[in-house]
């Protein structure tokens, strides 16, 4: 038997292995544990021999799952010990054992330290080790006053001095002609290692020259190392390393001829594929190659790999080697080769979605979807279909999500119809692990590119049918609103809500949608046998004893409904009905009651009479900006439903996985954006059955009239005020020929991070921004190219800007000669804090072609913002004085994009909240403050803080504070919008819209692109 | 990078972990749980990588072991699929047709080897020849100092303590 060279410790595992069962093993365990306690305790009768097989025990023990909550001391201080046996078990077993005692490890940091500078190059390793792989939860700063920990420090070294200060120690060795390859390359990830956890620490001057010659280093070892580094580096800041991108083209070529490796790195007969890859990541960085030579002998080698690599039947050489071939793919697609050598990456990605070998197929899957962000081969990925809907029902689920995603991706208007009616059946059969994803996605892709809409609604019903429980709120509300906004559909819908009502068991979003639809438009179908107001209420009267309590008070409007529709009026009817609300008037249930003793109110006022439907419906105009606004922001609701039922009825999407103060703030919201709106005041007294037809009954939508960029206004959030504005523009003039150039929604979202550059381009005009900003006040200047040799005519730009911003523009000319630039300036000042957006419509005349763009101006909330670094004595008090909302609001956000810790902190910066590494004492959170400004709220200091689950990346919980509740809010929602996962820009959206432009209803279009930001 | 190495047996016991990021105690165990119970139910003839909570985890079955290992989700997977194959080929060379009993009773050994193999989460060396002549070379000064432990330094140690 192989024996562990310590015979007490070979003896106790094997004991612990022949425990017959987990009693008896615990039992076995906390003898042990007791013995080491006991030996411990007595600690000056121990030789290092026995203290180092005790350590390596409580490893052991702790490896089984137990908790080991003594002798930290001891394995500790086996760091200090004089000796390599000791010192090394010290060591190893700290950074193992060690992860929330960080006290303990204070006590040892100088000895680190120590060993790091000394000259002991065995015990360099360790040292460098250690911090490469323990350092962050470690030694980190220790100035949250959280930790009773602060009075009794030991030593006066704190973590972000320390780091700081030993930075400069790493980078000698790592640098050091004489120091041994071993130490080197330790360095070298140790390095990476405190840049990850403070990007400072290498910003020293000359640091890149460095770099650059480090990548000449002859040891393979050592150059593995510093290139994972340097692609670390890059990924933050690659405009300090150009001078290394010609280095590693040469790196790459010699590696993929074979020249100069030794023997003992190469893998399988590939010359270390490790080191390709890394290089080939850090290629990838860099936006372009402008070397010509650079350019072309780059290109060879990616070409050698790409028609080089064959299948062979040893596994390990075929993973590595296509390893190394995926890594080609990426980079040649980042770099946007020329088409033939595309159509030669997709060919082998076809080659391989159609392989037996899983691996493979995954891959192929995973980064043809990659592929789909490169316009021209979309047409070619279509020929797969076939192929990748087999994919979607493989055996194994990893392939299957892949599958899914590409087909997502793919989905255009020539194709949706297969795709999503495959999705549905695949849906009765899903794992339920992706239920939830695959009913959105179906959805998102019925209301985007649906042929018709009776389609539409077929889809979405089908999908609750076979999945309501994991069709979210949002999803039903859509099609509800789709219903409401198209008459033509109505009858049908009802006539399919009906249908559905017949069937047994009826899941209850079924019930909602069903009884909603047929509330509103059941009077439509009265000649239908079946469909007379007395049927149609018992039908759904039926399904009330098994609704729960929050679709009662939807039913109970559903009979207000029908009441107010039977024409003429049926007493019988009408007394049953109003027994029922009596029934409710006493629920138990506040929200039923609520409902009840309203409706029964309203229909004691005689029937409503039309002015006040007018009003209602104006008002569910209103709250349509709002509710669409707020769809875009929500990440998917993971299922939790709404606590509070009249806030799901007021703001659906908000409350949908708000708690309730957010949800509290989105009414006032909500009213807020009325009362700032409606030229005439809605109805002031609370209206509840207005209330719940609100989000639900909705006027065409102000974004009805849309000329054909949708992608660009995808999650435009519009203004009211828009409504109007937009009225006035006669509606044949907007169907626009004149496609814009490149992604106006990713032009936008770069001038969010940026001050300058390009709002919109088209083959006739560009238009430029450059901005300052000072405080609440701004500065734009609109640049106005025409590109064309003839003059653009009657040119107009026009500003909707939200309430919060005071908005001025120059005048515009109505005609821009040929070749010519207008430069206009727009002053801007920030009344308010609010998370809206002003929408600059822009149009002009190009021969008999009329061009009209609504273009977001990237004035968002973040402009507003100027950086401020706050220490710990002043973030804390601070922090604290703001207890609790409306002050404070915090947010458990799902389903937002994974990103390290540094990529938030550089995505927090990038829109000017500044990030205060250490200040958190938890290393997986992270603290930013900034001062908003604005005329109502001055200058304000806002506090962030996000924590972050690292074990789960895809969610995480926000607090934000400020002195200003509504300041809060909204930047709580701005934050949580840049958070959340974004979907891929599906690049076909610029040629889809001609197409469904003139068979889809006015208004259809565009809130696909809307629900997708669920997504 | 790498977020973290496990090595489980097919019944479910965690023969060796190595944390790269941060995570507190009942994280660790949380993970170790969950991530068992998808992996060590996933039938044979399927793909070595699994979509876990914004994560990829690689992983490769050796007899009656999993070697897993998590990594962020735009990495290389085979690259990775391959370091853990790296790393076999390593214990298997130092324990010579190396099976789990070996990495039970020696499982600091294997702690040595991956520390050797990677650190901060990123490949370390990638020479088998290297990784092997640097634990030979830790493994020699352990067994000096053991044979001066019998001798006069011993006591001395001992003293000063």
């Known amino acids: 038997m192989a024996l562990s060279g310590m015979r007490g410790l070979s003896v106790f595992i094997s004991d612990v292995r022949n425990c017959q069962n987990k009693e008896v093993e615990r039992v076995r365990v906390d003898k042990e544990l007791g013995n080491i306690r006991t030996r411990f305790k007595n600690e000056k009768g121990l030789t290092p021999y026995e203290k180092k097989k005790y350590v390596w025990k409580m490893l052991y023990i702790y490896m089984l799952g137990y908790d080991v909550d003594f002798g930290h001391m001891e394995a500790v201080s086996l760091i200090s010990a004089p000796k390599y046996p000791e010192k090394q078990v010290g060591y190893i077993v700290t950074s193992c054992l060690l992860n929330e005692n960080h006290d303990f490890l204070r006590l040892v940091i100088n000895a680190v330290r120590n060993d790091i500078i000394g000259r002991n190059e065995t015990f360099q390793c360790l040292g460098l080790t250690m911090i490469a792989i323990s350092y962050s939860e470690t030694f980190r700063l220790e100035s949250m006053p959280t930790s009773s920990f602060t009075e009794k420090k030991v030593g006066n070294i704190g973590g972000r001095e320390f780091s700081e200060s030993l930075a400069p120690d790493v980078q000698k060795l790592l640098i050091s002609s004489s120091c041994r390859p071993l130490v080197r390359k330790k360095a070298a990830l140790c390095l990476l290692r405190l840049y990850r956890k403070n990007p400072d620490v290498v910003n020293v001057d000359g640091w890149s020259d460095r770099m650059t010659q480090l990548l000449d280093e002859r040891d393979m070892g050592v150059l593995t190392a510093v290139m994972s580094l340097l692609v670390a580096l890059v990924s933050n800041n690659y405009d300090a390393y150009w001078s290394c991108l010609p280095k590693c083209v040469k790196i790459l070529e010699r590696l993929a001829r074979n020249q100069d490796i030794p023997q003992e790195y190469t893998y399988y007969g590939i010359p270390s594929p490790w080191l390709q890859v890394k290089t080939m990541r850090a290629l990838q960085y860099f936006p372009t190659i402008e070397d010509p030579n650079t350019r072309r002998s780059l290109f060879e080698v990616l070409q050698r790999i790409l028609m080089g690599t064959d299948v062979v039947k040893n596994v390990n050489k075929n993973n590595a080697s296509h390893a190394v071939l995926f890594e080609a793919l990426a980079l040649v697609m980042h770099l946007d080769a020329e088409k033939e050598m595309m159509s030669q990456c997709v060919a082998l990605l076809g080659k391989f979605i159609a392989v037996r070998e899983p691996n493979i197929r995954y891959l192929g899957l995973e980064n043809m979807t990659r592929m789909l962000m490169v316009t021209d081969v979309h047409d070619i990925i279509k020929r797969h279909q076939a192929q990748i809907i087999t994919s979607l029902k493989d055996p194994d689920i990893s392939i299957r999500r892949r599958a899914l995603d590409l087909l997502y991706g793919m989905c255009d208007v020539t194709n949706a119809k297969d795709i999503v009616e495959e999705l549905l059946q695949y849906l009765s059969t899903a794992d339920f692990a992706m239920r939830e994803e695959l009913a959105l996605k179906a959805a998102i892709l019925a209301e985007k590119f649906a042929p018709d809409l009776s389609w539409y609604v077929d889809v979405i019903l089908q999908l609750i049918d076979k999945a309501g429980d994991f069709v979210s709120d949002d999803i039903w509300f859509r099609v509800v609103q789709f219903v409401t906004n198209n008459e033509d559909l109505q009858p049908y819908a009802a006539v399919k809500a009906r249908e559905y009502l017949d069937k047994p068991a009826l899941h209850e979003t079924m019930v909602k949608v069903s009884a909603y639809i047929l509330g509103e438009y059941s009077h439509l179908l009265t000649r239908r046998p079946g469909c007379s107001p007395k049927e149609i209420f018992s039908i759904v009267h039926e399904k009330l004893p098994t609704v729960s309590s929050t679709t009662v008070p939807i039913l109970l409007s559903t009979y207000a409904k029908i009441l107010m529709h039977t024409q003429p009026p049926d007493q019988e009817l009408q007394d049953h009905i109003w027994a029922i609300f009596n029934k409710y008037e006493s629920c138990i249930d506040v929200e039923i009651q609520q409902r009840a003793s309203a409706l029964i109110k309203k229909a004691e006022d005689t029937e409503v009479d039309t002015a006040e439907q007018s009003a209602i419906k104006s008002r569910a105009a209103l709250q349509q900006s709002s509710n669409a606004l707020v769809v875009t922001d929500q990440p998917p609701s993971n299922g939790s439903l709404p606590v509070g039922q009249l806030s799901l009825v007021k703001m659906p999407s908000i409350s949908s996985n708000a708690d309730a103060n957010s949800a509290d703030q989105g009414l006032t919201e909500a009213n807020g954006a009325l009362s700032r709106v409606d030229p005439q005041p809605p109805t002031p007294s609370p209206d509840l059955l207005g209330d719940l037809l609100g989000p639900l009954a909705i006027e065409a939508p102000p974004n009805a009239a849309l000329p054909s960029e949708q992608s660009s206004i995808s999650g435009l959030e519009y203004d009211p005020n828009s409504v109007d504005a937009l009225a006035l523009a006669p509606l044949d003039d907007l169907t626009n020929s004149v496609q814009p150039i490149g992604n106006i929604a990713e032009r936008f979202h770069a001038l969010c991070l940026k001050d300058s550059g390009v709002l919109y381009e088209d083959p006739y005009i560009q238009i430029g921004v450059k901005a300052e900003w000072r405080m609440h006040h701004g500065r734009l200047v609109l640049f106005l190219g025409n590109k064309s040799t003839s003059p653009l005519l009657s040119v107009q730009a026009l500003i909707l800007p939200p309430s919060h911003l005071k908005i001025e523009l120059s005048l515009v000319p109505d005609t821009i000669p040929p070749r010519a630039q207008v430069q206009i300036p727009l002053e801007v000042v920030n009344l308010r804090p609010s998370r809206d957006v002003s929408v600059l419509d822009f149009s002009y005349k190009f021969g008999s072609t009329m061009v009209n763009a609504k273009l977001r101006l990237p004035a968002v909330l973040s402009k507003f913002l100027q950086p401020i670094s706050v220490s710990s004595e002043e973030f804390f008090p601070q922090w604290r004085s703001l207890s609790g909302p409306p002050l404070k609001l915090q947010e458990v956000i799902r389903g937002v994009k994974p990103l390290s810790l540094l990529e938030m902190s550089n995505l927090f910066n990038s829109y000017r909240l500044m990030v205060s590494p250490g200040l958190d004492p938890n290393p997986n959170n992270l603290v930013a403050s900034t001062t908003f400004y604005s005329e109502s709220t001055q200058a304000m200091l806002c506090l962030i803080r996000v924590e972050t689950d690292p074990s789960d990346r895809t969610q995480l919980r926000m607090t934000v504070a400020s002195g200003d509740p509504t300041l809060t809010l909204e930047l709580k929602e701005f934050i949580k919008e840049q958070l959340v996962n974004i979907p891929m820009a599906v690049p076909a959206l610029s040629s889809i819209p001609q197409q469904p432009q003139s068979t889809f209803p006015v208004g259809l279009t565009d809130p696909g692109a809307m629900l997708s930001g669920l997504l | ?161």
């Open chain 2, 1 to 161: 990078m790498i977020q973290y190495v496990l090595l489980i047996s097919r019944q479910g016991k965690v023969r060796l972990t190595k944390w790269y990021s941060p995570y507190s105690q009942k994280e660790r165990t949380k993970i170790i749980r969950e991530l068992s119970g998808v992996i060590l139910t996933r039938g044979p003839k399927l793909c070595n990588f699994v979509e876990w909570k914004g994560y990829k985890v690689v992983y490769k079955r050796y007899a009656s072991l999993y070697f897993c290992m998590c990594i962020d989700q735009d990495d290389n997977e085979l690259e990775v699929l391959e370091i853990i194959h790296h790393f076999v080929e390593i214990l298997d060379r130092y324990f010579g047709s190396v099976c789990e009993l070996d990495l039970i009773f020696n499982f600091h050994k294997a702690y040595y080897i991956l520390d050797e193999l990677l650190i901060a989460g990123e490949l370390q060396e990638s020479s088998k020849k290297t990784i092997a002549r640097l634990i030979a070379a830790q493994d020699s000064l352990v067994e000096t100092a053991k044979e001066e432990a019998g001798s006069l330094s011993n006591i001395i140690a001992q003293a000063t303590k």
